[in-house]
């Protein structure tokens, strides 16, 4: 079972849409979480951290449930310029560890 | 530099063929990691570094993999022996803290393709 698991899509939605992904991860040990952005054939960059208590940036909000081992991320009024692809990073005293990634692809 | 470097940008080996592939990380970050990306996947941990010492390589898949990093700074990623299974962007990491996420950043990557 990989460390942590994603849908990977992809998720095709017109722009404006609300869109949700989740990811789950197997390690309880794990201390810090977060959402990157990848881009076609572009390094992976940092989105957004993940809190117990939610946070929010503009349009994207995260959620992690530490009981359930479980990471949210929402991206509410989609834009052309959110089609990416989105990693859940987890990590503890380890590296960062990814998921698989899920794509996303809003369209006009 | 203001971000991290790394060359080539892209690299055709032929199979058998031995390749080095350079990363320059942002100057002042003691913690290095280098990521495997096959196509349709996310990054995998190779190996990391903080500052010359080589803490964690517990991700590379074989010993024909080896890197180094010998004064701190710059890292080199060596793969012998070149399989078409090795085809996959490097992805080079830098960090002045591990332990914090928020803090890595990543180089543009190699695209290795074997042949």
């Known amino acids: 079972r990989k460390e942590v698991e994603q849908d990977p899509g992809p998720f095709n939605v017109p722009e404006g849409a609300t869109v949700a992904f989740n990811c789950t991860y197997s390690n309880s040990a794990s201390q810090s979480f977060f959402w990157y952005r990848q881009d076609c054939r572009k390094e992976p960059k940092l989105l957004m951290s993940?809190?117990?208590s939610g946070n929010e940036d503009g349009r994207f909000t995260a959620q992690l449930n530490r009981a359930s081992q479980y990471i949210s991320l929402l991206i509410r009024d989609s834009k052309l310029s959110d089609s990416a692809t989105y990693l859940c990073v987890v990590t503890g005293n380890t590296p960062l560890v990814f998921g698989k990634g899920t794509r996303l692809s809003v369209i006009a | 530099g203001a971000g991290v470097s790394q060359s080539p940008r892209y690299k055709v080996a032929k199979r058998g063929q031995d390749v080095a592939l350079r990363c320059d990380p942002i100057?002042?970050?003691?913690?290095l990691f280098w990521y495997q990306q096959a196509l349709g996947q996310g990054p995998e941990f190779l190996t990391y570094f903080q500052n010359e010492a080589q803490l964690d390589k517990s991700g590379l898949p074989s010993d024909r993999f080896f890197a180094e990093r010998p004064e701190g700074s710059v890292s080199t990623l060596k793969i012998q022996r070149t399989q078409q299974e090795d085809s996959a962007v490097y992805l080079c990491?830098?960090?002045?803290?591990?332990?914090?996420?928020?803090?890595?950043?990543f180089g543009s990557g190699t695209r290795l393709t074997v042949v």
């Open positions: 993940v809190y117990s």
């Open positions: 100057s002042g970050h003691v913690s």
């Open positions: 990491a830098s960090s002045l803290n591990p332990r914090q996420g928020r803090g890595y950043t």
